[in-house]
């Protein structure tokens, strides 16, 4: 199992960004949350199987298809277990 916190820079907020990573997330059975920050970036943190992580991990430098993403920084953390299910944070 494998947890990992990501900040994705670029056009990434009033694109849909934030749904679209609940989605995928849902899809890849992972818990976590996304947010978007005050900078304008979008920050999540996901936690499941090591290899839908990854899948996660490779879509968020992508995004959905009104994003652009020009930065992507990635930190593993430790698993926790503690998430349930995947939300959309709001300030």
Known sequence: MKRIHIIISGRVQGVAFRAATREKAIALNLA?????MQDGQVEAVFEGEDGQVEVMHRWCEHGPSLAR????NIHDEDFTGKLRNFTILRD
Request: charged share 10%.
């Open 32 to 36: 976590g949350w996304v947010k978007n």
């Open 69 to 72: 993403v020009t930065g992507v």
